[in-house]
T-cell receptor
Framework: NAGVTQTPKFQVLKTGQSMTLQCAQD?????MYWYRQDPGMGLRLIYY???????DKGEVPNGYNVSRLNKREFSLRLESAAPSQTSVYFC???????????????????FGPGTRLTVL | ELKVEQNPLFLSMQEGKNYTIYCNYS?????LYWYRQDPGKSLESLFV?????AVKQEGRLMASLDTKARLSTLHITAAVHDLSATYFC??????????FGEGTQLTVNP
């Protein structure tokens, strides 16, 4: 069980270049997420996919696009990279559980190893 | 807009000492998560807190949730060097999205 995997681990781009970050999970999770992590800012959600076939914007979607290729894979594309997109990118997937009499849901997320992207 | 604030952001402590990290959030939620991140690594799930008064313990770490005060705490007992890491709390208000705090960078000195 590999969990959540991401490729590549490191990438250097020049301003204006494009690239796709790949993410896959083998835990049969329905939901997948893309975050970026910048110093002093925690993790910020870029896009997420609650289930196969759906995607939604998060907190910082500008400059990014996503594709939920199938249940296992969720890719993040930078069409024209900018220095402000220099960051560490994490993919996550989650299993929804329910608890209590009311069956309220919860959403524990599991993270991939990250991609360190530098845009020059 | 949901705000999640952790304090302190930086914590340097001696081995054997106790300390508490605080996570305050600005809107109603009864689901909160704690994660640990080692330098250069990914995030690892530590605790899932799902109701008011929930308390979870693992080794020297204990997490609690007070939904009325919109506050979670992560208490460290008799710290050891291996606990050095960055700790994040994350609040779940929609069932599908988490909002993370800035993280608390903990350094435990011998």
């Amino acid at each position: 069980n590999a969990g959540v995997t991401q490729t590549p681990k490191f990438q250097v781009l020049k301003t204006g270049q494009s690239m796709t970050l790949q993410c896959a999970q083998d835990m049969n999770h329905n939901s997948m997420y893309w975050y970026r992590q910048d110093p002093g800012m925690g993790l910020r959600l870029i896009y997420y996919s609650a289930s196969e076939g759906t995607t939604d914007k998060g907190e910082v979607p500008n400059g990014y696009n996503v594709s939920r290729l199938n249940k296992r894979e969720f890719s993040l594309r930078l069409e024209s990279a900018a220095p402000s997109q220099t960051s560490v990118y994490f993919c996550a997937s989650s299993v929804f559980g329910s608890f209590g009499v009311s069956g309220s849901s919860y959403n524990e997320q599991f993270f991939g190893p990250g991609t360190r992207l530098t845009v020059l | 807009e949901l705000k999640v604030e952790q304090n302190p952001l930086f914590l340097s402590m001696q081995e054997g000492k106790n300390y508490t990290i605080y996570c305050n959030y600005s809107t109603t939620s009864d689901r909160l998560y704690w994660y640990r991140q080692d330098p250069g690594k990914s995030l690892e799930s530590l605790f899932v807190l799902l109701s008011n008064g929930a308390v979870k313990q693992e080794g020297r770490l204990m997490a609690s949730l007070d939904t009325k005060a919109r506050l979670s705490t992560l208490h460290i007992t008799a710290a050891v060097h291996d606990l050095s890491a960055t700790y994040f709390c994350a609040v779940d208000t929609s069932g599908s999205r988490l909002t993370f705090g800035e993280g608390t960078q903990l350094t435990v000195n011998p």
